[in-house]
Nanobody, 134 residues
Framework: QLRLVESGGGLVQTGGSLTLSCTDSGGLTLNYWAIGWFRQAPGKDREGVACISSSDSDNAGDPYYTETMKGRFSIARDVAKNTVYLQMNNLQPEDTALYYC??????????????????????WGQGTQVTVSS
């Protein structure tokens, strides 16, 4: 089974950038599935950030972004590295959260991930902390 691992979090100043990475600790491919990024701040619900469609022979790996993330965050795959990235730019204190990646088993999202509903995803990683200082 997939065992997702997030990395790349840290402490940055307002306006800074980070790139988060999501891969499988056992080397199982992520490329068949939609992969989502989510975040959760203390005392708040888990919220969707972005997701990307599968990058297999039938699907093009199209991205989807929660409206508030558009323009600052970018999701991408490196198929050769079996890694999904979340590039975060112009970070703000309100971006401070534990960031998770997860996989969706839904074929419709593999074909075109067009939503980041947490219940559509599973195999959650342990999270990586992003802290943005003011």
């Amino acid at each position: 089974q997939l065992r997702l691992v997030e990395s790349g979090g840290g402490l940055v100043q307002t306006g800074g950038s980070l790139t988060l990475s999501c891969t499988d600790s056992g080397g199982l491919t992520l490329n068949y599935w939609a992969i989502g990024w989510f975040r959760q701040a203390p005392g708040k619900d888990r919220e969707g950030v972005a997701c990307i469609s599968s990058s297999d022979s039938d699907n093009a790996g199209d991205p989807y972004y929660t409206e508030t993330m558009k323009g600052r965050f970018s999701i991408a795959r490196d198929v050769a590295k079996n890694t999904v990235y979340l590039q975060m730019n112009n970070l703000q204190p309100e971006d401070t959260a534990l960031y998770y990646c997860a996989v969706s088993p839904l074929v419709q999202l593999a074909k075109r991930c067009d939503r980041t509903v947490p219940s559509d995803f599973g195999s959650w990683g342990q999270g990586t902390q992003v802290t943005v200082s003011s």
